[in-house]
Antibody, heavy 113, light 106 residues
Framework: QVQLVESGGGVVQPGGSLRLSCAASGFIFSNYGMHWVRQAPGKGPEWVTF????????YYVDSVKGRFTISRDNSRNTVYLQMNSLRIEDSGVYYC??????WGQGTLVTVSS | IQMTQSPSTLSASVGDTVTITCRAS??????LAWYQQKPGQAPKGLIYKASNLESGVPSRFSGSGSGTEFTLTISSLQPDDFATYYCQEYLSYSWTFGQGTKVEIK
């Protein structure tokens, strides 16, 4: 069955950086685009970014353009989210998502001084 | 695309039938999903393509609609159903979620 396991979250100061990873298993990773979705405390989910199968085409929500970078390593079945210039409003749980109904358990990012 | 979900909170009793509505700012055909989320957990898929039940989801959950108007109905509400529900459009690679409906015990 599909498994998505996120890691890399933590506490960081405003302006800092974090790199999230999502290890995928249970499906042919190289055949599927992958999303990151985040959820701030007490708020609904927000789509963040998507990467196509070959890793060349990437899309971002406006609020993270120029600061976040999605990438993938099909040999390692892993998708990454490099987050730079972090802001307090970037805090929340970050989920790796395949399709519409395969979500990881999430990794918590806290941006605080 | 904007998704407007209502109501934001719903108080109901076990055994009640409840309906949650989601409106899209433009037509999304049937590219709509419904999720249930409990505190500390990831969203769990209930419905995809507006009216298709995910595997393992009880049949008391049903979805309908197309274009811009969608509904999620929970028949005979069970104790396990008290949670927050979200709609989500997935017409393209960027998704939009509704603001959520919290179903509370009356």
């Amino acid at each position: 069955q599909v498994q998505l396991v996120e890691s890399g979250g933590g506490v960081v100061q405003p302006g800092g950086s974090l790199r999230l990873s999502c290890a995928a298993s249970g499906f042919i990773f190289s055949n599927y685009g992958m999303h990151w979705v985040r959820q701030a405390p007490g708020k609904g989910p927000e789509w963040v970014t998507f990467i196509r199968v070959d890793g060349r085409n990437k899309y971002y929500v406006d609020s993270v353009k120029g600061r976040f970078t999605i990438s993938r390593d099909n040999s390692r079945n892993t998708v990454y989210l490099q987050m730079n210039s972090l802001r307090i409003e970037d805090s929340g749980v970050y989920y790796c998502v395949l399709g519409v109904d395969n979500w990881g358990q999430g990794t918590l990012v806290t941006v605080s001084s | 695309i904007q998704m407007t979900q209502s109501p934001s909170t719903l108080s109901a009793s076990v055994g009640d039938t409840v309906t949650i509505t989601c409106r899209a700012s433009q037509s999304i055909s049937t590219w709509l999903a419904w999720y249930q989320q409990k505190p500390g957990q990831a969203p769990k898929g209930l419905i995809y393509k507006a009216s298709n039940l995910e595997s393992g989801v009880p049949s008391r959950f049903s979805g309908s609609g197309s274009g811009t108007e969608f509904t999620l109905t929970i028949s005979s509400l069970q104790p396990d159903d008290f949670a927050t529900y979200y709609c989500q459009e997935y017409l393209s690679y960027s998704w939009t979620f509704g603001q959520g409906t919290k179903v509370e015990i009356k």
